[in-house]
């Protein structure tokens, strides 16, 4: 379970490189008005893809792993700030990125031109980096207070 963990902590940063590269290539198409080319397309696919493959790693480690158990005691792990950030936050954050990433997608295929591909990407791979970026368990968060590899301590 720890090598899924792992791989799952590495798959992140896949994850923020192609966002970034997504919502930078967004921005530079809306205030540049420049066309939409094929290279947005990959990157938003590549980060789609991402994302699909971290869903997969979370999902077995959400259903494998501790967290799923810990939905039987609700009540007392919403009052512990770990244990809720893992079985509700993270959870229902990251689920509601992967479902934007899927709609944004679809919303960018089917707008006809090309600034109207650049905005709706600007808006929904934004939002979705912004989701993505508050639930990651970054080590500087207080509620998780450990450091950068904290599987080997």
Known sequence: MQAILVFHSLVRWFIMFFGLWTVLNALTGVFGKRTYTPSDNRTNLFFMISCDIQLIIGLILYFAGPWFDKLKDLGNNMKDPYNRFFTMEHAVMMLTAWVLVHIGRTAVKKADEDTAK????????????????????????????KPWFRWFN
């Open 118 to 145: 650049h905005k709706r990407s600007l808006i929904f791979f934004g939002l979705v980096m912004l989701l993505i970026i508050a639930a990651v368990p970054w080590p500087f968060r207080e509620i998780i207070g």
